[in-house]
């Protein structure tokens, strides 16, 4: 009894993805652009509006590097954030290779996305990118000058066009906060299924539940959260099973979880 109301108090979390039906190059939601969808193993070294004493100026994006050092991620792939419309493929001095892609919001504000400093590009100009797909690999800028890491901006201003990574002030009008904007864009979820447990011991347990049976259905998340209906926040949940782990033809999941002890 003891296990049954842990498991209660804690709450396993069973959540199905369901992208909302839009043309290709309408937004379903975003997610991060390493690590996805919820940049798992990245961090942002440096973040939006940060002194930077070397650039003398103030950081238009962020900067992803994985949680290893160096150049431990050269070479990491680097996904679109949603769906959108690569506007600007082009390779610059310093930059190196960089990408803007243009997404539309179901409500029709668009908003551009650059990324820098690729060591190479999977996609082209012109053409329509879903979010979760891989348009490159992170680099290290032109000529190598950098560690290896992503430059990352999201711009409200379309006009800007590949700009200088800097400003003289700290978040100008025309660039936005990117991890602020994708927290309060994430993809359509549905609301938390209800999961019953069986051969259930101090450190494992089987999960069954419901398929759904709703169109546009995409994938299961499955998660531990003392949130009550769940969050998206990696730091108040652990996750169990994530991103396509768990395919949509199934069930049933048995796991081991050192968690599970009472």
């Known amino acids: 009894m003891k296990f049954y109301l842990k498991v209660l108090s804690i709450s396993f979390l069973l959540l199905c993805y369901v992208p909302v039906v839009f043309a290709i190059s309408t937004s379903d939601g975003f997610d991060y652009p390493v690590g996805r969808p919820d940049a798992v193993g990245y961090y942002d070294a440096q973040d939006f509006g940060m002194y930077n004493s070397d650039f003398r100026g103030y950081h238009l994006g962020e900067d992803w590097n994985k949680r290893c050092g160096g150049d431990c991620d050269l070479g990491d792939p680097i996904y679109s954030i949603s769906n959108g419309t690569v506007i600007l493929k082009t390779t610059q001095r310093a930059w190196g290779n960089i990408l803007i892609i243009q997404y539309t919001l179901p ?143 199934i069930d049933t999941i048995s796991f081991t979880d050192n968690a599970l002890v009472p």
């Open 107 to 249: 409500k029709g504000d668009k908003y551009n996305a650059l990324y820098g400093h690729f060591q190479n590009i999977n996609v082209e100009q012109g053409g329509e990118v879903l979010r979760g797909q891989q348009i490159g690999t992170m680099g290290k800028g032109d000529k190598g000058r950098f560690i290896a890491h992503l430059h990352f901006e999201i711009r409200s201003d379309l006009n800007i066009g590949v700009g200088p990574g800097y400003s003289s002030t700290s978040k100008p009008t025309g660039w936005v906060d990117p991890s602020d904007f994708i927290s309060s864009h994430r993809p359509l979820v549905s609301d938390p299924i209800t999961l019953a447990s069986s051969n259930t011991t101090s450190v494992s347990t089987t999960l069954s539940w419901n398929k759904p049976t709703f169109a546009n259905f995409d994938h299961y998340e499955l998660y531990r959260s003392a949130e009550a209906g769940g969050t998206s926040d990696p730091a108040k949940r652990t996750d169990i099973f994530s991103g396509n782990d768990i395919a949509k033809n």
